[in-house]
Each structure stands twice: as structure tokens, then as C-alpha cells.
């Protein structure tokens, strides 16, 4: 599975992006997707996950209510939408994913996953 993630850019507090993530290979149904991200100096942190068939989705405590995970099984996307952006969410965003054959429910660690895109750069101003 390959995987590029895109839509980063620069944006003001209280804003709002929409981040997507292309994926190759015909198992993306099979593939539980997550969003990571991470700052300068800081651990990769989960951000949000959701199962291969939209049945389960997960958000890390510091996003809720204001991001949403979402995925198109038919044009092999996955998207992070992301409202009242604060400048503390700047940071690098990887799209990640599960390997078909994996049971994981939606990991929240980066060890869950096992393909990951190049990320892309989110800076949020104050």
C-alpha cells in the first residue's frame, strides 16, 4: 500500500483544512486508515483512525468535535477534516494504515500501523 497525503497548508486560528490521503492497491477496503501528526520536537501522536468499512472511528481527546475522519472505499481516499484549528495542531500529518491481514480495531499507537505517506505540513497562525 502506498500512501500520499495532501491539502496541508497555512491557515489562521479558527480555521479550518481538509487533509487528504490517496492510497494505492486494491485491498484499501481491507485497510484500517489513521492521521498522525507531529510537532517539532514531539512524538508522533495519533490523531484519528477509522476502520475499513466506517464502522469504528476513533479521535484522540484533544480533536474531538472538531476533527473528522472520513474514508471513500470507491476512489481509495481517506480525509481529515479539521474546524477551529488552533496553533498548537501546526504540525506535520501522516496518513497511516493497517495492513490487510492485521486485526487492530483502529490502533491508536504508530506500532498499529504499517504503511505510512509523506506527510504534510499543517502551520496554523495566531
Known amino acids: 500500500v502506498q500512501l500520499q497525503a495532501f491539502g496541508g497548508g497555512l491557515v489562521q486560528a479558527g480555521g479550518c483544512l481538509r487533509l487528504?490521503?490517496?492510497?494505492?492497491?486494491?485491498?484499501?477496503?481491507?485497510?484500517?486508515m489513521g492521521w498522525f501528526r507531529q510537532a517539532p520536537g514531539k512524538e508522533r501522536e495519533f490523531v484519528g483512525g477509522?476502520?475499513?468499512?466506517?464502522?469504528?472511528?476513533r479521535y484522540a481527546d484533544f480533536v474531538k468535535g472538531r476533527f473528522t475522519v472520513s474514508r471513500d472505499n470507491a476512489k481509495n481516499m481517506v480525509y481529515l477534516e479539521m474546524n477551529s484549528l488552533k496553533p498548537e495542531d501546526t504540525a506535520v500529518y501522516y496518513c497511516?494504515?493497517?495492513?490487510?491481514?492485521?486485526?487492530?480495531?483502529?490502533?491508536?499507537?504508530?506500532?498499529?500501523?504499517?504503511?505510512w505517506g509523506q506527510g504534510t505540513l499543517v502551520t496554523v497562525s495566531s
Open positions: 497511516a494504515a493497517v495492513a490487510a491481514q492485521r486485526t487492530v480495531a483502529v490502533g491508536t499507537q504508530p506500532y498499529d500501523y504499517d504503511y
Open positions: 477509522i476502520s475499513r468499512r466506517g464502522g469504528i472511528i
Open positions: 487528504s490521503c490517496a492510497a494505492s492497491g486494491r485491498t484499501f477496503s481491507n485497510n484500517d
